[in-house]
């Protein structure tokens, strides 16, 4: 068996909004379900850095950019339906 | 319209830079507030955004932003760069293309918001200055979103982040055909259009296979605006939109100036020509010689140094030319001098807004102070008649306000309108000049009748007259009447000759009467003579026989006493002698 795939994410908020709140929190909560250990995530204020939302096409928030492992997936939304999440990540249950 | 005094605290407006438009909205969209554009598929609206990015960033000095959910900027640039507005020179200081759509293999969980979208505009805005901001195709990403109410809180946090950062926004949505204003509750983003401050509906229809494009300003907060439909055109600048010239606007200038019609007689019957900038119809039936009496018109501006464009619809201009040399019109000359424009109006294609604008452009272009369109009952043909007329009327309130004097030449249909006299725009009733042009068959002739219908203003004749083409020009001739019929043509001639021969014979005859009448008049006046002589001496007769009696009878008195005192046996006398002793 080889070495766990580490998830890389980029998740783009913007700070206040309860969109994003809500999207950081259900982001935890499956990475600390599925991915224990093996996740890195990474929380972008897109009005604190406007550049790089310009740069990775951010519009709406939230969105989830999952960097690794490829190919990039991008997710629009608080995340809040786990089983869409999941199955765009390509985690399975039993993976986990 | 009713223009809103300075004073009152309404918003200042943003010209959009769109012909007639600005005109509509009596300057441009609210500033610092939002506008939504609506309209269906292909029916101008992210050209009317982009002409406005334009217009802000190259004359306003407002540099703008436009947000393209549906195509990417390329393309977008790409389709705009034949108006000739050189986005790419404005890129990416003056104008900057946010590519914002929306990726097809998006993943979507849960509700989303577009702060994204606005903290990279806020950024943009900051460090280009950016005034102007398009939101092209909302709908798309609006789309997206899972219910009404995320889109409600989405739009609204578009137009308070508009609102706060003072920026005029547009929005262009996509409606579906029918569904426009008539039922903003239906419609799935019929929320936007309250609450924005000005929404703008765009129309494209198709009617017996002409494009008709509309616009229509559905409201407008804080400011009047024309609330009907006007048609528009997308045409070689972008967008131009037809407006009639709203009345009372001081830039029709009215001479007193008159042009000659290129016909002598009928210059004269109109007591000295058609004024400048007047607008003359001429009405007939096919071959009445419409397309000449316009084409001695053009001539007639070309030899006085004046710039002139004839549309035909009916020929091509080479074919005119021919026909009209034919009669001793020469256009020829001033084609080749650049003064004549000549147009086969037949190549352009289109709906009667479309030809009006194509002719419009390139009587500007040409700085035309003449305009001949034969013939303009065409532009019925191109279009529906309801727009034609709108048509009729914006050309000639346009050619009023700038001054052109036109002529324009009307066929009119010889079954429906032989009584009436109407043309089928109504024009008739908009030109201040009317020559109606009438064919009158007759003793197995056809000749053409000129007569004046109206001529506002000046005093005109009411004689029919005749028009006779001749390789030497065209010329009217006085009508015959005789016994309450007109006479034309061999008709006319034969009368006026059988008149010219009996008014000769009635002269001798008259000659001769006077030579009698003088020699009666000497033998009367020689009887008089004789007896007055007679009576002279008659006079004297009865003077000498008035004397002689009264001799004779007073020698016979006298006599009588005589011979009774003689006698003395009366005894009268001796009384008498008694007495008198």
Same mark, same amino acid.
């Given at each position: ?96 | ?29 609210? /500033? ?45 640039? $790409? ?20 590519? %914002? ?20 505009? @806020? ?59 008539? %039922? ?161 109006? /037949? ?95 007759? %003793?197995?002739?056809?000749? /053409? ?5 109206? @001529? ?15 390789? @030497?020009?065209?010329?009217? %001739? ?95 006398? $001796? ?7």
């Amino acid at each position: 068996m080889s070495a766990p795939v580490r998830f890389r994410f980029c998740l783009f908020v913007a700070d206040d909004s309860p969109n994003g709140a809500q999207a950081t929190a259900n982001l935890a909560a499956i990475c600390a379900e599925y991915l224990p250990g093996r996740h890195t995530i990474e929380i972008v204020d897109v009005f604190k850095v406007p550049a790089r939302a310009l740069e990775a096409n951010v519009f709406m928030t939230p969105t989830l950019i999952l960097l690794s492992p490829a190919p990039v997936r991008r997710i629009v939304g608080t995340l809040s339906q786990t089983e869409v999440v999941l199955r765009a990540l390509g985690i399975t249950k039993q993976a986990a | 319209m009713k223009q809103i005094p300075k004073r009152l605290p309404v918003h200042s407006k943003v010209p959009v830079g769109i012909t007639g438009f600005d005109e509509i909205v009596n300057g441009g969209l609210p /500033r610092g507030r939002t506008t939504l554009v609506t309209g269906g598929p292909g029916s101008g609206k992210t050209i009317f955004g982009l002409q406005f990015l334009a217009h802000g960033a190259r004359s306003c000095n407002e540099p703008g932003i436009f947000v393209a959910f549906e195509e990417t900027p390329d393309q977008l640039i $790409a389709n705009v760069e034949g108006f000739g507005w050189k986005l790419s020179e404005l890129r990416p200081k003056k104008l900057f293309f946010l590519s %914002a759509q929306p990726t097809p293999d998006l993943i979507q969980s849960g509700t989303f918001d577009l702060n994204g979208l606005l903290a990279i505009l @806020s950024a943009k805005q900051k460090s280009m200055g950016a005034k102007r901001v398009v939101f092209d195709a909302l709908d798309v990403v609006l789309a997206l979103l899972p219910d009404p109410a995320a889109r409600q809180r989405e739009v609204y946090r578009l137009h308070e982040w508009l609102v706060t950062n003072h920026l005029t926004g547009m929005i262009t949505a996509k409606t579906v055909r029918g569904e426009d204003a008539g %039922a903003p509750a239906h419609h799935p983003f019929g929320f936007i259009q309250f609450m924005v401050d000005c929404s703008v509906i765009l129309n494209h229809t198709v009617e017996l296979g002409v494009s008709q494009r509309n616009l229509r300003v559905q409201k407008y907060r804080g400011s009047s605006f024309d609330e009907n439909e006007s048609p528009f055109v997308i045409g070689k600048n972008g967008f131009d939109v037809a407006v009639s010239r709203i009345l009372g606007r001081a830039d029709a200038v009215v001479t007193n100036e008159r042009v000659t019609s290129g016909v002598a007689r009928l210059d004269t019957m109109l007591g000295g020509g058609y004024y400048r900038g007047a607008s003359v119809l001429i009405t007939g039936f096919p071959g009445t010689a419409k397309t000449t009496l316009s084409g001695a018109f053009a001539e007639a501006a070309c030899k006085r140094g004046e710039r002139t464009v004839f549309v035909g619809f009916d020929s091509d201009s080479t074919e005119v030319i021919r026909n009209l040399t034919s009669v001793g019109i020469r256009l020829g000359p001033h084609v080749r001098s650049g003064l004549l424009k000549m147009i086969s109006a /037949r190549t352009l294609t289109g709906s009667a807004e479309t030809l009006l604008v194509r002719i419009k452009a390139l009587t500007k272009e040409h700085r035309a102070r003449c305009l001949v369109i034969d013939p303009v009952s065409k532009l019925s043909k191109a279009g529906n008649e309801l727009t034609a007329h709108g048509v009729a009327e914006r050309l000639i309130d346009w050619s009023k306000a700038d001054g052109i004097t036109l002529v324009c030449t009307s066929l009119l249909d010889e079954m429906s309108n032989r009584m009436d006299g109407g043309t089928p725009l109504q024009i008739s009733t908009l030109a201040d000049t009317w020559i109606h042009l009438n064919y009158l068959v007759q %003793a197995g002739e056809r000749n /053409r009748g000129m007569s004046i219908i109206k @001529s506002r203003g000046m005093s005109h004749s009411n004689q029919v007259r005749e028009l006779i083409l001749s390789n @030497s020009g065209v010329t009217l %001739a006085d009508i015959y009447t005789a016994g309450g019929e007109v006479l034309m043509g061999t008709m006319r001639w034969e009368k006026e000759s059988a008149s010219r021969v009996a008014s000769e014979v009635a002269e001798v005859a008259g000659q001769l009467n006077l030579v009698r009448l003088d020699a009666e008049e000497t033998v009367l006046e020689v009887r008089a003579k004789s007896l007055h002589t007679e009576l002279l001496a008659k006079q004297a007769e009865k003077i000498l026989l008035a004397r002689t009696t009264q001799t004779r009878n007073r020698e016979q008195s006298s006599g009588a006493k005589r011979i009774r005192e003689l006698r003395g046996a009366d005894p009268a006398i $001796a009384r008498e002698r008694k007495a008198l002793k």
